[in-house]
């Protein structure tokens, strides 16, 4: 089973900063990776998949990269909408495995 | 649009069967050339994968899970459905279903979930 595991935790970031979080995979999953933001009391809503390509209707300030074992969400200028919970997930092979996910504050 | 609910009871007993099931309106199951999704998220944790099915039946599961998740799949009424049997209080969380992508099991569309309760 592929393990992923996300850093930090908890990011406190400035509206307009940038916020980087990471993602690692325990073997690699190629590009087979996605990024979601929940928000409290919603569900996960999907913001990147094939490590890179933004969902439709996503703002273009959410970019991903990364290949292998190695993937990053970046946020470029945050807003404060963007407080939530993002979790990375693989979906290389079976079992699909998620992320404990990442805490995004607003400073 | 398409939408998916989760419909269910809301309240299971421990050692009984949890069973869920989504329904999909604005597209159709049998479209999908991926695996549909069951993922629940206990209160104020992360998400877990639960099981994932094909619109001809085909399955995987969680292997934590695997012994008691049964997912299956009513393309005549446009469904597909969860159990989890000998459920414990560990079992309480928010289910959601969810709909996969255009290019594999990453899941682009959620349902709204739907909270389960382990008690007596």
């Known amino acids: 089973e592929m393990v992923m595991t996300q850093s930090p935790a908890t990011l406190s970031v400035s509206p307009g900063e940038r916020a980087t979080l990471s993602c690692r995979a325990s073997q690699s999953v190629s590009s087979n990776l996605a990024w979601y933001q929940q928000k409290p009391g919603q569900g996960p809503r999907l913001l990147i998949y094939?490590?890179?390509t933004r969902a439709t209707g996503i703002p273009t300030r959410f970019s991903g990269s990364g290949s292998g074992t190695e993937f990053t969400l970046t946020i470029s200028s945050l807003q404060s909408e963007d407080s939530a919970v993002y979790y990375c997930q693989q979906y290389h092979n079976w079992p699909l495995t998620f992320g404990g996910g990442t805490k995004v504050e607003i400073k | 649009q398409l939408q998916l609910q989760e419909s269910g009871p809301g309240l299971v007993k421990p050692s009984e069967t949890l069973s869920l099931t989504c329904t999909v309106s604005?597209?159709?199951?049998?479209?999908?050339?991926?695996?549909w999704g069951w993922i629940r998220q206990p209160p104020g944790k992360g998400l877990e994968w639960i099981g994932s099915i094909y619109y001809s039946g085909g399955t995987y599961y969680n292997p934590s899970l695997k012994s008691r998740v049964t997912i299956s799949v009513d393309t005549s009424n446009n469904q597909f459905s969860l159990q989890l049997s000998s459920v414990t209080a560990a079992d309480t969380a928010v289910y959601y279903c969810a709909r996969p992508g255009r290019g594999g099991s990453y899941y682009d569309s959620w349902g709204q979930g739907t909270l389960v309760t382990v008690s007596s």
């Open positions: 604005g597209g159709s199951i049998s479209s999908s050339y991926y695996y």
């Open positions: 094939g490590a890179s």
